[in-house]
Every structure is written in C-alpha cells, then in structure tokens.
C-alpha cells in the first residue's frame, strides 16, 4: 500500500509543533464563482468544514528585486493594478478579518499560509540581520541589528505549518516561477449555503422585494458601520454572501474580500448609480435604516469600545511574513531593504484606523451622511 499523506497542510501552534491547531485537505471541489479568486480550490479541514484558498503570486517583482509595490498608474488595465499589490491584499484581508471576528460581525476566518520552506526558517531572537544591511528605522540610534529588534517577533503570532507534496505542488502551480516559496495564500473560511448578493438578486424578478428581503435581515445592519469605517472601494454586490436556510430562505448576510481598505483614503465607488458612493449593503438597506438604530448603535460601540491597544495588535502580521521576507532576502529575490515594507504596510492599517476611528464623531458622521437620521429627529 503506498503511503499516501492524510493531510495536505498542518498548522501547529508554535515553533515546536506539539499542538496541532487544525488540518487540512485538499478536495477536488474548486469555488464556481466569477473573480480572481472564483476558482479557488477548496479544503476540507479535520471537523469538515470547508476552507478556500486564495493564492496571490506577485508578491515579489523578481526583475526590480522588490516587493511589488504600490506605485499603480490609474491607467493602467485593472488586471495590472491588482498584480502590484499582492502583499497589501493579503494584509488587508488578515487584518479586516480579525477586526471583524473581534467586532462579532459576519466576516469570515481568515489564515496565512505559504510553502513549508518558508515556516521552516528559524528566526532567533539573536539572528543578526542577514548580508550585514543595516535597516536605519531611527537613524538616531542607528538602527535595528537584530531579526527580533526590527520585527519584534515575540509579538507575532507564531504558528507553524507542515505540507505535503501536493500543497507544494498547488502553491509551485500558482507561480510564474514554478516556486511554492514565492506564493502567499489565505485559507478563508467557506461559509456553507451562500451565494454572493447578486446572484440573490438576480434570481428575483422584483428587484425591490430583493431588497426588501435583505432588510429584514439583522447581519446587514451590524455590518454598516464596519463597512463604512474600512472605507473599502470594492464593496460591490459580489463582495456580500447571502446565506440561505433549508428553504433557500435569506437568513444572514456576510461581507467577504476586504483587500483593498486602506489603500486610497476615499475612493468610494462615486459614480456607481445605485451605491452613490456607499457600500452595496448601505444602499439597499439605507431607507430602513439610521444611526440610533440598535444593531447599527452595537457595532458602533463595539468600535468605539477597542482599545488602541488592541487595533495595533489586529495590524501585526503573523512571523510567517517576517519568514517570507527573511527567506527571499537571503534567496536574493528581493533587496534587504525591503524588509520596511512589512513594516509600512502594517503601520499604515494602523494609521488608518486609529485616524479613523470614532474616537472623534467622525463615523457617526459619515453614517448620518449615508443612513440618516430617524424622520420625526428633533435636535
Ligand atoms: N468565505 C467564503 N465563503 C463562500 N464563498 C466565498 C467565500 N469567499 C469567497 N467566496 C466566493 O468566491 C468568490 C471570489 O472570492 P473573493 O474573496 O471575492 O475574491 P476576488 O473577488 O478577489 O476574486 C466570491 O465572489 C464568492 O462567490
Ligand atoms: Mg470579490
């Protein structure tokens, strides 16, 4: 009998792999949806539960020997812009995800996960900073010598991660470079019997009770404000899952593929007719809805609520991106020096929602401005 591997991927707690967080396998199911990541292959994981995985290819840019960054041309084809800002994606997703587990909203689990080559890097406390660069972050004290000085790794999540011959494959398979090393993937959560929110529409002929459906439905309300402080720009239709009941019965909606929140400052989808502007969910739902409206009112407090303290540690990557840095910095793929992009990206979700945040009343504003005040209001 040959020995075939039970599992495709393990994700264990710590270096020393003793307890096992979960496992993975791969099916031959993949996702039938329209997108980028419409195809993704799903895993079944040791409850049986499913788990997609979105992979993202162009993290480096082999010929500037860079992270590929963020310089994206607004002419440019919109297929070349998503190219360049892989690890962004990445980050965003990870970080809107644990925001909004944290918040007890409908945004599914999300984990990073890459080749076991990279998970395998050891990354001491003393490991010097390799081929003696000297990362200069406050050139004052002179920078940073060693990996845990400049990543402060003992605040990262630590997990580590075991993959079989066909993880390897699939990941190797998503690379231009035939490389599992070069991809970073998201294994996302499968919320089960959903379909996205256009597709729920169309299969309506009365758009309005379309609509009028999804008001009825608390989820929507909880996720306004959320939606609304990410600013996200792509919050359209086919970034909402409806999930259905035995019945095929609307019962809760999810807000899925925040990738893009944070990276413009208010690049709302203005011209769209119907958002106006505003999310998708805002604009259906907004003639039923205000800002002293209950489910609206408790992800506000829930925001208000977190601590600064909390928001940092929301924005810190797990070590497996300091890995992922460390690794392709001694492969000479990307230039030492771009170790600070990790640390850029972080700090800019950082920046953005501690700016952002209604510690001032600048998101109940915003949500006056797009939901509205209750009719008979007297100030
Ligand atoms: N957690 C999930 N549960 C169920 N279906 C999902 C989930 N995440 C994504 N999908 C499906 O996969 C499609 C593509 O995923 P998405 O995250 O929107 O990536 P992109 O739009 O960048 O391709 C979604 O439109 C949806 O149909
Ligand atoms: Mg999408």
Request: a negative charge.
């Amino acid at each position: 009998m040959s020995k075939k591997k039970k599992w495709d991927l393990v994700i264990f707690e710590t270096q020393e792999k003793k307890a096992v967080i979960n496992r993975f396998r791969i099916t031959k199911k993949t996702m039938t949806a329209a997108g980028q990541h419409g195809k993704a292959i799903i895993l079944v994981d040791k409850q049986g539960k499913d788990w997609l995985l979105k992979t993202f290819s162009k993290i480096i840019d082999f010929e500037e020997e860079k992270i590929s960054d963020l310089e994206v041309d607004i002419q440019d084809s919109p297929e070349e812009s998503r190219h360049r800002m892989h690890l962004w994606r990445v980050l965003n997703e990870l970080t809107a995800s644990r925001l909004g587990q944290r918040l007890k909203l409908n945004v599914p689990n999300v984990i990073v996960v890459c080749s076991q080559t990279i998970s395998d890097l050891v990354l001491k406390k003393s490991s010097p900073l390799t081929l003696g660069d000297v990362v200069i972050l406050d050139e004052e004290d002179g920078g940073p010598e060693t990996a845990n000085e400049f990543y402060d790794f003992s605040k990262r999540e630590g997990y580590t991660l075991e993959t079989s011959a066909n993880f390897e494959q699939l990941l190797a398979s998503r690379s231009d470079k035939n490389d599992p090393s070069t991809i970073l993937a998201l294994l996302t959560e499968k919320i089960p019997n959903s379909i996205n929110l256009d597709e729920f529409l169309d299969t309506y002929k009365d758009l309005d009770a379309a609509f009028e459906h999804i008001r009825q439905i608390d989820d929507g309300y909880s996720l306004l404000p959320f939606d609304i402080w990410l600013n996200d720009p792509d919050i359209n239709a086919g970034n909402y899952l409806v999930q259905l009941n035995d019945k095929k019965e609307a019962t809760h909606i999810w807000g899925i593929d925040y990738e893009m929140w944070a990276l413009g400052s208010d690049i709302w989808m203005e011209e769209d007719e119907i958002t106006k502007g505003r999310s998708y969910l805002t604009a259906i739902i907004h003639p039923t809805a205000n800002i002293f409206d209950e489910r609206v009112l408790h992800t506000i407090h829930r925001i208000r609520s977190l601590e600064d303290q909390e928001v940092t540690e929301i924005t810190v990557s797990p070590r497996l991106l300091c890995k992922f840095f460390e690794y392709h910095i001694t492969q000479k793929h990307i230039d030492a020096e771009e170790r600070i992009v990790l640390k850029q990206v972080e700090t800019n979700l950082e920046d953005f929602l501690s700016e952002s945040r209604p510690r001032s009343d600048k998101l109940s504003d915003v949500l006056i401005r797009q939901v509205g005040l209750p009719k008979d209001y007297k100030p």
